[in-house]
Antibody, heavy 125, light 110 residues
């Protein structure tokens, strides 16, 4: 079955760079149409899509955070790494990684974040 | 990339139906049938309940249904139950392999 788990620091100083790792199993990021996304949720607030990386190493970022984000994958280790620079207290949130399969060509897929990790809480202070 | 809009909250009594709307633009909701809905109960991980506008994943109750008209997608919960009290988020494909979430709607069961 598909599982994902986020890991990284729980406390980050302002202005520092945050590095989060998503370790997954049950699928491969070398499989066509598969991707892993990052979504965050500040305490008591809404979900916010941050970034996604696809099987072909195509990467996309939230326009509002593009300058601060970087996403990479290690297919052999089944990991995706998200880095966010210049952390600020407003970046305090639970960070989730999630699996997605995209429709491509004539093949229809879920086009949704169907499996999620438990999330990791990051506090900037 | 535009933001999606959702009403902050909706309420209903057990057994009733409630509908949550998610309004985007012709660049996201209106242009793609890639709208999904997520249910999040307090302290839990978001759960996918609708994908591709109106499809339900295996194991999701058929009391949840989705639709779309123009730039607005909708989620209807029929036969409302106490366990349906949660936050519901829509998400839409925004083109060029990017995504956008709505601000969420709190469903209150009276």
């Amino acid at each position: 079955q598909i599982t994902l788990k986020e890991s990284g620091p729980t406390l980050v100083n302002p202005a520092q760079t945050l590095t989060l790792t998503c370790t997954f199993s049950g699928f491969s990021l070398s499989t066509s149409r598969v991707g892993v996304g990052w979504i965050r949720q500040p305490p008591g607030e809404a979900l916010e899509w941050l970034a996604v990386i696809y099987w072909d190493d195509y990467k996309r970022y939230s326009p509002s955070l593009r300058a601060r984000l970087s996403i990479t994958k290690d297919t052999s280790e089944n990991q995706v790494v998200l880095t966010m620079t210049k952390m600020d207290p407003v970046d305090t949130a639970t960070y989730y990684c999630s699996h997605i399969v995209m429709t491509f060509g004539a093949v229809t897929a879920d086009d949704a974040f169907d499996f999620w990790g438990p999330g990791t809480v990051v506090t900037v202070s | 990339q535009s933001a999606l809009t959702q009403s902050p909250s909706v309420s209903g009594s057990p057994g009733q139906s409630v509908t949550i709307s998610c309004t985007g633009t012709s660049s996201d909701v209106g242009n793609y049938d890639r709208v999904s809905w997520y249910q999040q109960s307090p302290g839990t991980v978001p759960k996918l309940i609708i994908y591709r506008v109106g499809q339900r994943p295996s194991g999701v109750s058929d009391r949840f249904s989705g639709s779309k008209s123009g730039n607005t997608a909708s989620l209807t919960i029929s036969g409302l139950r106490a366990e349906d009290e949660a936050d519901y988020y829509c998400c839409s494909y925004a083109g060029d392999y990017s995504w956008v979430f709505g601000p969420g709607t709190r469903v209150n069961v009276l």
